[in-house]
Nanobody, 123 residues
């Protein structure tokens, strides 16, 4: 089992930045791939970014160049640095763990999920 807890969400103006954190506990963290997904009001959950156990990064096209994912295996945390935020990025952001250690974009590959953190970007 893996427990995931997100933090760092909040209210920010358009153009601003936030850094989300996903803290993990349970099975060895370095074995896991970790992804970030988001779900806006009335929308399906969608892929944002992921990092594999070897550090390979994968981004959705809509956030490439704006968001950066990173991991600290010692502290068992994955970060999502979000810059140049837009109002359409308003959503609940979830982190998820892939036991296979990949950075895939399909949410069905992820075995464990956090509760989410709200990000609101005002115009």
């Amino acid at each position: 089992q893996v427990q995931l807890v997100e933090s760092g969400g909040g209210l920010v103006q358009a153009g601003g930045s936030l850094r989300l954190a996903c803290a993990a506990s349970g099975r060895p963290f370095r074995e896991l791939g970790v992804g970030w997904f988001r779900q806006g009001p009335g929308q399906a959950r969608e892929f944002v970014a992921a990092i594999s156990r070897s550090g390979d990064e994968n981004y959705a096209g809509s956030v490439k160049g704006r968001f950066t994912i990173s991991r600290d295996n010692t502290k068992k945390i994955v970060f999502l640095q979000m810059n140049s935020l837009k109002p359409e990025y308003t959503a609940v952001y979830y982190c998820a763990a892939d036991s296979a250690g990949s950075s895939r974009c399909y949410l069905g590959y992820y075995d464990f999920w956090g509760q989410g953190t709200q990000v609101t970007v005002s115009s």
